[in-house]
Nanobody
Framework: QLQLVESGGGLVQSGGSLRLSCAAS????????IAWFRQVPGKAREGIQC????????DYLDSVKGRLAISRDSAKKMVYLQINNLRPEDTAVYYC??????????????????WGRGTQVTVAS
């Protein structure tokens, strides 16, 4: 059973950068596609990006292209989300999620079987 734990969130100023981490345990990370999602209170959770064990990346959220980038180190069982040029609208709880196999072409949540508890990112203007 894969377990995921996010970290790296916090309070940052607009224009700053953060790198969120997702630590995996319980199984071989290379078997899984890992995605990052985020959720603003009162709104639906939205998928950001996914990366398969083969390194292929799917972009789910066009509005953040160029500022957010997923990466992974399967040997270390870590997945990262680099967020640059942070904006107040990036304030959300960020989650990592996994499914066995390759990244799906869309970010419907029910495709992902394993979820972390999230890490809060707050961007001050």
């Amino acid at each position: 059973q894969l377990q995921l734990v996010e970290s790296g969130g916090g309070l940052v100023q607009s224009g700053g950068s953060l790198r969120l981490s997702c630590a995996a345990s319980g199984d071989t990370l290379g078997f899984y596609a890992i995605a990052w999602f985020r959720q603003v209170p009162g709104k639906a959770r939205e998928g950001i990006q996914c990366m398969g064990g083969n390194g292929y990346r799917w972009d789910y959220l066009d509005s953040v292209k160029g500022r957010l980038a997923i990466s992974r180190d399967s040997a270390k069982k870590m997945v990262y989300l680099q967020i640059n040029n942070l904006r107040p609208e990036d304030t959300a709880v960020y989650y990592c999620a996994a499914l066995l196999g390759l990244c799906p072409t869309d970010s419907r949540e029910n495709q992902f079987n394993f979820w972390g508890r999230g890490t809060q990112v707050t961007v001050a203007s």
